[in-house]
């Protein structure tokens, strides 16, 4: 059982990102109030890629949306790079299960939205844009329109303009929930590439053990009821070459524990 944050971090080199210390949240309800989390405790170092693994209302979400600053909590501390967590910042950027695209803007647009908002210079969002339309792949689709877009690509525009605003920390809610099995896959490839090219810290909220396992350096596992985290799982552990699954043994030995806590 973990309830704490690790003490042995503060040795290593890496600058803590994301801290979040005895975070409660107690929501108000109409029948009274209804607790989420309870006494959560996470770090993230910079660069570092962490999963949130939990079933289906253990308050994944909420911890993201905290993080945002998109929600008030109960209780705790919550810092990013250093700073309480006060309200949303541009520093975080999101990217939602949900498509939220704005319809009426071009694929270009959409990516550029945040740096117009901040008075960049045409010329200036342009180069910005050009390189992110290429990392996630869709060059051709600059002038397009999100209706004319398919699911991965529309969360691929996502991705590029969270991207665009050169976040501190990029926080991800179950952003491949929504797409077939095979789009999903080539995400999660496509997402590992930018994350080691952009050296971006991210978050990412999913319950899909297989996703957690592929993608993280770390897992954080919770349990519902209230929220609470259960154990912090090292992941980076070369289970995975290009892609491609070669440790068998020790995923399935990973992917049992890991059941047996979400069943605990
Ligand atoms: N605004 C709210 N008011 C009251 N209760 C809420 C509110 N938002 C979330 N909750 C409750 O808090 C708990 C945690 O919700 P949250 O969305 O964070 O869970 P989750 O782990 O992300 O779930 P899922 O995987 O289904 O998205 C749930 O029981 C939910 O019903």
Redesign the pocket.
């Known amino acids: 059982m973990l309830s704490a944050v690790k003490n042995d971090y503060l040795t290593q080199e890496s600058k803590i990102e994301i801290e979040i210390q005895n975070l409660s ?1 107690i ?3 109409k029948n009274g109030s ?1 607790q ?2 309870e006494n959560v405790s996470l770090y993230v170092k910079n660069e570092e890629f962490v999963s949130i693994l ?12 905290i993080l945002a600053g998109l ?1 008030e909590h109960t209780s705790g501390s919550v810092k990013v790079s250093g700073e309480e967590v006060r309200g949303p910042s541009r520093k975080r950027g999101m990217v939602f ?1 949900s498509y939220t695209l704005f319809p009426w803007l071009t694929v270009r647009e959409n990516i550029e939205f945040g740096l117009k908002l901040k008075g960049m210079k045409e010329k200036e969002r342009r180069e910005i844009s050009d390189r992110y339309l290429e990392l996630v792949g869709l060059e051709k689709f600059a002038n397009s329109y999100s209706k004319e877009l398919s699911g991965g690509m529309k969360q691929r525009v996502a991705i590029a303009r969270a991207l665009a605003n050169q976040p501190e920390v990029l926080l991800m ?2 952003p491949f929930g929504a797409l077939d099995a095979q789009t999903k896959q080539s995400m999660q490839k496509l997402l590992l590439d930018i994350w080691k090219k952009e050296k971006t810290t991210i978050v990412f ?1 999913t ?1 899909d053990i297989d996703e957690a396992l592929f993608l993280s350096q770390r897992i954080y596992v ?1 349990e ?2 209230p ?1 609470r985290i259960v154990e912090e799982i090292d992941a980076d552990l070369q289970l995975f070459k290009d892609g491609e699954l070669v440790d068998v043994e020790r995923f399935m030995k990973m992917k049992k524990h890991i059941i047996s806590l979400l069943h605990h």
């Open positions: 949240k929501y108000k309800t209804f989420a989390l939990g079933p289906s209302g253990c308050g994944k979400s909420t911890i993201l949306r929600e299960q809610d179950e909220i319950h919770m519902a009821r929220g």
